[in-house]
């Protein structure tokens, strides 16, 4: 009797774990991505056929980021690396290109750019483009098709849905592209300059008709002089500008330097909503995806100078109620 309860439970402990193995799906395969605007594009593709890792969170700025040991593990172990390029990574950069020539790799504004049809901007002094790509949302758009094609080769099974996921997030994009040009014209032709503490928004401004000026240069390791506090004083006072910008992940000093001086001159000028730039805001915010950054961008933008937002597309549906809980009525 006592043999065939112990055959019993071996053949039951047996039967367990054969369930539970069969039970145990296989993980999905992990793509590894450098910033947060990267990441919320192969996300929003790839859904649950993969697992989306950010190596920079919010408030990250990802000109100064150093890799650490930990990081180079987690490349390592990604089916695929997802980064801006152009630069973006700084120091980072030389690490993602030797990754780039032993796995697979993504550089999603190089990709943009070689979709066309919209070009990136060149710098004065600088050795690469301008790597802000995500700030115009059409070009940004153009790296849906290289992301599914890269995806593709991670998760083939699930092309079917990569696809449809592009295709509805090519048509969010251009809804917010057009969204976005109709609330940045409403603002008084004369107040219509985007003043930052750094020049992360030249996409932004050509491509919705705003003049653009940075107190420092496209990277954040350059520092403001005093002419350039002064002349960015000179240039509020002039033309009456109501507010100037801060990103989230920049320093403020720079800013209230430039206001202090702005008020020297008598100009009455504040700092308006802060803007994110370099990275995503936090999880829960309206800006924690490319998408609500750009709304949330556009819709302090508007108000801080002047202007009057138009009402969300229903293809920005999802972003109506974080939009009213951060800026207001619509």
Do not use: K
Request: aromatic share 4%; proline share 5%; net charge negative.
């Amino acid at each position: 009797m006592q043999r065939r309860r112990d055959g019993w439970i071996a053949r039951a402990a047996v039967m367990a774990v054969g369930l539970a193995l069969t039970s145990v799906a296989p993980a999905a395969p992990s793509v590894l991505a450098t910033t947060g605007m990267v990441a919320d594009l192969v996300d929003r593709i790839g859904g649950e056929c993969i697992e989306t890792e950010a190596l920079m969170g919010p408030g990250i700025d990802p000109h100064l980021y150093r890799a650490a040991a930990s990081d180079v593990q987690a490349f390592q172990s990604a089916s695929l690396i997802a980064y801006n390029g152009l630069g973006l990574e700084g120091q980072l950069d030389s690490v993602l290109r030797r990754f780039g020539e032993r796995r697979p790799t993504l550089a999603v504004a190089e990709a943009a750019a070689a979709a066309g049809p919209v070009d990136l901007i060149q710098t004065d002094g600088d050795s690469a483009p301008d790597p802000h790509v995500w700030m115009d949302a059409a070009l940004w758009s153009q790296a849906i098709t290289p992301t599914v094609e890269a995806l593709r080769q991670v998760v083939p099974d699930c092309t079917a849905g990569l696809r449809e996921r592009a295709s509805a997030l090519r048509e969010q994009l251009g809804a917010l592209d057009a969204w976005m040009r109709a609330s940045i014209a409403s603002i008084p032709a004369g107040q219509r300059v985007l003043l930052t503490a750094h020049d992360a928004f030249g996409y932004y401004g050509r491509a919705y008709d705003i003049e653009v000026r940075g107190i420092q240069g496209i990277s954040t390791t350059a520092e403001a002089s005093v002419a350039d506090i002064q002349a960015n004083a000179r240039l509020i006072a002039e033309r009456g500008l109501p507010a100037l910008f801060v990103e989230s992940t920049i320093n403020p000093r720079t800013v209230d330097a430039v206001v202090a001086a702005a008020r020297e001159r008598g100009a009455e000028v504040v700092i308006g909503d802060t803007l994110y730039g370099d990275a995503l805001g936090e999880s829960g915010t309206l800006a924690d995806s490319l998408p609500g950054l750009l709304i949330h961008n556009t819709a302090a933008i508007t108000r801080e100078l002047g202007g009057e937002r138009a009402p969300l597309p229903a293809a920005l549906s999802d972003w109506r109620a974080p939009l009213r809980a951060r800026h207001g009525g619509e």
